[in-house]
C-alpha cells in the first residue's frame, strides 16, 4: 500500500495496463529486477540524469523535498544556511542524515527510525535548533500531533527531487500509455483526495 501504489492503480483503470506489484529490500535490487526483465516499470522513483541512462521517466507526480524546520518562534533564523554549525535533528535511515552527514557542517542528533514524533517534540522543546526531514511527511505527523502551528519551514530546502513512475530505457510503447493516462489523471480532484489520504491536508486555522 502507499501513495505511489493508490497512483499506479489509477493509471490501470485508465490505460488498460495491469499492473503486478512487487517489493524489493533495495533501490540496487530494484534496479537490478529491471535490468534482468524481472519487473517492467517502477511504481515512484526520483527523477535524474544519472538514472536517467538507464531509465526512461514518466511526467513527475510527485516532489521530494527534504527540508529544515525550525521553530514558529524562531524569528532570528532566516536562512536555512543559518543552522551551519548547530543541532539538527535526523530520524534514523532517511536521505536527509546520509545528505547532512556528507555536508559535514551540522551537528547531527540522530533519532530512532520510527520516532519522528520524538525528533519534532525535541525541537519544539528547544532539544536541537531544526529537524531536516521530507517536508510532506514532516507536516502530516505535526498535523496528527497536533503541533503543526508550532513548527515552520526555514528555505532553501536540503535537496528537491521530482518523482515519477520509470520504465526500462526505451519502452517507448509502455511510457506513452502510462503518460497518456497520467499527464490528465494529476489535474483531477480524485488525484487531490489521494494526496490528502497519504500526506495529510492543512487544518482550518479556525476550529
Do not use: C
Request: aromatic share 10%; net charge positive; glycine share 6%.
Amino acid at each position: 500500500s502507499g501513495f505511489a501504489i493508490d497512483i499506479a492503480k489509477a493509471i490501470e483503470k485508465r490505460s488498460g495496463l495491469k499492473f503486478t506489484f512487487k517489493a524489493y529490500p533495495t533501490w540496487a535490487a530494484v534496479m537490478s529486477a529491471l535490468k534482468e526483465r524481472e519487473a517492467t516499470a517502477i511504481a515512484n522513483i526520483g527523477i535524474s540524469p544519472k538514472r536517467a541512462s538507464a531509465l526512461d521517466f514518466s511526467v513527475p507526480y510527485d516532489t521530494l523535498k527534504i527540508s529544515y524546520f525550525i521553530r514558529a518562534t524562531d524569528t532570528k533564523t532566516k536562512t536555512s544556511e543559518a543552522l551551519i554549525g548547530r543541532k539538527i535533528g535526523v530520524v534514523g535511515i532517511n536521505r536527509a542524515r546520509s545528505l547532512l552527514q556528507k555536508l559535514g557542517k551540522h551537528e547531527l542528533v540522530v533519532f530512532n527510525t520510527n520516532s519522528l514524533s520524538d525528533a519534532i517534540f525535541a525541537l519544539i522543546s528547544s532539544q536541537v535548533d531544526a529537524v531536516a526531514y521530507p517536508e510532506h511527511m514532516m507536516l502530516k505527523t505535526a498535523r496528527s500531533a497536533g503541533v503543526s502551528y508550532r513548527i515552520r519551514v526555514v528555505n532553501p530546502p536540503l535537496i528537491e527531487v521530482l518523482r515519477g513512475m520509470a520504465v526500462r530505457k526505451g519502452d517507448a510503447a509502455l511510457l506513452a500509455k502510462i503518460n497518456a493516462a497520467l499527464e490528465p489523471f494529476i489535474k483531477t480532484k480524485e488525484f487531490q483526495t489521494l494526496y490528502k489520504k497519504w500526506f495529510g491536508a492543512p487544518a482550518p486555522y479556525w476550529n
